[in-house]
């Protein structure tokens, strides 16, 4: 137990998978996990742990953005003993060729800030994805033909953003998607010697502007929940 994680020692799985929602992390459990019981509600924070084709799997809410995700991530990984986090959530396209509901494998992450910055100083530390499992989660998205884009991502410190000059250059620059959360989970993977990835599903444009409705951002986002679950065990 911990500050803001309740559960007992060996509640928690190995393997984590991370929504940003709580209510999500629900969802996930009652529609893929099997024998799922709730481990956390801390907060509201809910977390709970099943099994996955025999595996034991646990999907926990971070809240939104990388300082919420900071505090999750680093007390699931030091106190519950977590070695494999994916990072299940929403992002908004930032090229033209992505569609709503495509996913996203986020190789590296962008980014202006992070909860850690004050540690690197000086130093630009590109936090970057687990290659087995961003490896894992391309095959498994192919095996599905599900439409899947691979690339670097723009994880920003603020929803309501008001720099449309910087957002160009994240456009001229290739960036496939904008979120919240990965670059901090990328960092913290790298410090603690984890594997991380973030799997995001497009509820957003910022070029056509389209947009999933919000009742649908809860339950549009199977296909990335199943491409995590089989990233993570692909390689065991």
Known sequence: MTVHIGAK???????????????RA?????????????VNEVRGMLGFTGTYKGNRVTVHGTGMGMPSLSI??????????????????????????????????AMSATTLSTPSEGMFRELNFAPTAD???????????QGKSIPTH??????????????????????RHGILAVEMEAAELYTLAARYGC?????????DHLVTHEALPSDQRERSFGDMVEIALEAAFEQG
């Open 26 to 38: 629900r969802w996930v459990a009652e529609n893929f996990l099997e024998n799922a019981v709730l």
């Open 150 to 171: 691979v690339g670097s991502i723009y994880s920003s410190n603020t929803f309501y953003d008001e720099r449309p000059d910087l957002n160009e250059q994240m456009m």
């Open 72 to 105: 999750y991530v680093n007390e699931l990984i030091r106190d519950f003993g977590a070695k494999t986090l994916i990072r299940i959530g929403s992002a908004g396209a930032m090229q033209e060729a992505i569609k709503v509901r495509d996913v996203v494998l």
């Open 9 to 23: 020692a060996g509640d928690i799985a190995e393997t984590v998978l991370l929504p940003g929602d709580p209510y």
């Open 131 to 141: 290659f087995g499992l961003l490896a894992a989660a391309h095959k498994a998205a």
């Open 195 to 203: 594997r991380a990835l973030g799997i995001m599903t497009i509820s």
